[in-house]
């Protein structure tokens, strides 16, 4: 009894510090985290037939896609998961690798689960080959190059962890793919889907360039680290909001400025800055990169009462694990704490007021408005986030 009423008070006390605002992260605990989250979405969204995973849990029958911007694939009722939330799990599965002392437990299911449901949807009737928005044995998707370019960045990733040749070999096609998309039209830049060649966005071009400094790295061939310049200067003249800095989402052939602003465009900007101040010592990226975070910090987070940390405004929670990889690889470079504790805050409220009863997580962080019906990527979002922190000890 004594224990299960320390227990009690312990669980109080941490509910009433976050009631007043005072987040105490524990240290060592978002591995676990990862993990556990990780057993859920396997358990809940994944199925003993194949290595395919649902996109809702609990399924809808009703859910259209409607991020596809094509109204006839996102109405088709879908069985699976499209490509952009499945590989979702891709980057969870690899931050987990990351920070885990055993690789191989990781790598192994990669190997086994995420790379056999990938491949339904790897598309090799259309030339050059890369990966279809729906799976195979539907009828064709469409195919978009930021989908792609995900794809790419987490097979280099995988590659610089365990130096397996095929997932370089995945990657360099994925590369050819990518290309593809590239004409002079604006003054070059990637599309943003093959199919519908209507528009450049910040999605396709800037995680492009992390892309090509990846395989730099990776690789040592300079022609990619010139490719990673050249994108993101290009994404930097063209898409970037003088005022703030921060990044619009896309520019239309007619030269139309789409000014909405995301935090995965800005966010995979910080990064690409990170990344060529890393790999050149050039100082005015380190200079783009700070000044990007600060941006960030003011426009995608805010103050709440009761709170004494910024809290991430109510967005996509995926392009909120995609900013904090560009705070990582800035923290990596100059050595300030500052935005990841601050990530590590959120993420320690999210885990003890946002999980429901099966161990998932809402996106709601004023926790005002929960839903029951929960979205794939979101969490895996989650994983990622948890895994990314947890190898700095977190």
């Not at 920070?99 to 790897?122: C, N, P, T």
């Not at 465009?265 to 990344?275: D, E, F, K």
């Not at 600060?294 to 995608?300: I, Q, S, T, V």
Request: aromatic fraction near 14%; charged fraction near 25%.
């Amino acid at each position: 009894m004594k224990q299960i009423n320390r227990i009690t008070t312990t669980v109080l006390l941490t509910g009433l510090c976050y009631m007043m605002g005072q987040a105490q992260v524990k240290k060592g605990q978002f591995s676990d985290h990862a993990q556990k989250t990780l057993d859920v979405i396997y358990d809940k969204y994944g199925n003993t037939q194949n290595k395919l995973l649902t996109e809702k849990y609990p399924f809808d029958h009703n859910f259209k896609a409607d991020y596809l911007n094509n109204n006839t694939q996102a109405e088709q009722q879908k069985k699976y998961a499209y490509l952009w939330p499945f590989s979702g799990s891709f980057s969870a599965v690899n931050a987990l690798m990351e920070q885990s002392k055993d690789k191989a437990a990781y790598q192994k299911i990669l190997d086994q689960k995420v790379l056999v449901g990938l491949s339904e949807y790897r598309d090799e009737k259309r030339k050059p080959v890369g990966y279809a928005s729906y799976i195979n044995s539907a009828p064709a998707s469409d195919r978009f190059y930021d989908d792609n370019i995900w794809l790419g960045i987490d097979f280099t990733d995988s590659y610089i962890q365990t130096k397996k040749t095929d997932y370089l070999q995945h990657a360099k096609e994925i590369w050819t793919f990518v290309k593809s998309g590239e004409d002079d039209r604006l003054g070059g830049g990637i599309y943003w889907c093959e199919q519908k060649k209507e528009s450049k966005n910040s999605c396709s071009n800037a995680p492009a360039a992390v892309f090509a400094l990846k395989l730099f790295e990776a690789t040592k061939q300079k022609d990619y680290l010139r490719e990673g310049q050249r994108l993101y200067e290009w994404t930097k003249a063209a898409l970037q909001d003088p005022n703030d800095k921060l990044y619009w989402d896309n520019m239309h052939l007619d030269g139309k400025v789409d000014k909405a602003k995301y935090s995965y465009n800005s966010g995979q900007m910080l990064q690409a800055a990170a990344l060529l101040y890393q790999l050149t010592k050039e100082k005015k990226y380190l200079d783009d990169a700070q000044q990007l975070a600060e941006a960030c910090l003011g426009y995608f987070f805010e103050t709440r009462a009761g709170k004494d940390f910024p809290v991430l405004k109510n967005s996509n929670l995926w392009f909120h694990a995609v900013m904090m990889r560009g705070y990582i690889s800035l923290f990596e470079q100059d050595g300030n704490r500052k935005y990841i504790d601050i990530f590590a805050q959120n993420l320690d409220l999210a885990w003890l007021r946002m999980r429901d009863q099966d161990g998932l997580f809402d996106t709601d962080w004023t926790l005002e408005n929960p839903k029951k019906s929960k979205w794939l990527l979101d969490q895996c979002a989650f994983v990622e986030m948890y895994g990314r922190l947890a190898k700095f000890g977190y």
